[in-house]
């Protein structure tokens, strides 16, 4: 069975930083697309940053480049949504998901990834 679980999440002052886990349970995160999406108050749920099996390189949407990333341990199963300089607009609920691919995909269809967590909260104070 598939688990997936996000942590990290919380609040912190505008301009810092944090970093959200996604721990898998059940497959290989090397073979599969991770997804990271959140949803902001009053928003659909929109992707953030994605990555490809073991491909060392991330993709992050245009608005969030250079201040959001993703990385992966494989040893720990585990990846991770690096976000520096937050601002209050990042506030929201932040979710990890596995898609039915090797390969992500940032603005495909949402329904592609089968596997979803529950969300971290993550709140920025200004």
């Known amino acids: 069975q598939v688990q997936v679980v996000e942590s990290g999440g919380g609040l912190v002052q505008s301009g810092g930083s944090l970093r959200l886990s996604c721990a898998i349970s059940?497959?290989?995160?090397?073979?599969?697309?991770i997804g990271w999406f959140r949803q902001l108050p009053g928003k659909e749920r929109g992707p953030v940053s994605c990555k490809s099996g073991d491909e060392p390189t991330s993709y992050t949407v245009d608005a969030l480049k250079g201040r959001f990333s993703v990385s992966m341990d494989a040893v720990k199963n585990t990846v991770y949504l690096q976000m520096i300089d937050l601002k209050p607009e990042d506030t929201g609920v932040y979710y990890c998901?596995?898609?039915?691919?090797?390969?992500?995909?940032?603005?495909?269809?949402?329904?592609?990834?089968?596997?979803w967590g529950s969300g971290t909260h993550v709140t920025v104070s200004s």
């Open positions: 059940g497959l290989d995160v090397s073979n599969v697309g």
């Open positions: 998901a596995i898609r039915n691919s090797y390969y992500c995909s940032l603005w495909g269809p949402q329904s592609d990834y089968i596997h």
